[in-house]
């Protein structure tokens, strides 16, 4: 993987395409978990959405080690490679449970193991989504922690 794409360091440009994608992949995952109604009409969508999220977090990842290896070492980068870390294996039980869940309205399946199912995307997708706000979070507070706009308190001057 290139360490640059037009002079610009490959992981933000990949991350805010995990950001967009796994966050919506996961409102999707729980819009389709709660209501029959929304899976029919996001049919393909939300499966879709979270194979290319989950498609993309290795990526990420790959691409956030090779950043690390060339700007150095600190405790909040570990941090961030920590949390980053869980995000596949989340992603993956995300976007199995909605490819079952899709199967199962695609074939008419109606019943106990329907809202099991359902359930189990319900709780994938919150638990997915709390982690990436997490990961966000301690990839922003370790890119900005010590700079200027971080001691003068954002730097959101108007």
Known sequence: MPATI???????????????????ACLLALASAVSPRFR?????ATPIT???GLALV????????GLESRVGHSALIEKHS?????????????ALF?????????RG???????????????ASVATL???????????????????AARSGGGDEG
């Open 6 to 24: 037009f002079g610009l360091p490959t992981h933000p440009l990949v991350v805010h395409a995990v950001v967009v994608l796994v966050p919506l």
């Open 40 to 44: 029919q009409w996001a049919r393909w």
């Open 50 to 52: 979270a194979v290319v």
């Open 58 to 65: 290795p990526v990420a990842t790959d691409s956030g080690e």
């Open 82 to 94: 920590e949390l980053a870390d869980s995000l596949l294996p989340l992603m993956a039980v995300l």
């Open 98 to 106: 909605v490819i079952v869940l899709t199967v199962l309205h695609r």
């Open 109 to 123: 399946a109606r019943g106990a193991a329907t809202i099991a199912v359902a359930g189990l995307v319900g709780l």
């Open 130 to 148: 709390v982690q990436v706000v997490r990961i966000g979070h301690s990839g922003a507070n370790a890119v900005w922690h010590g700079t200027p």
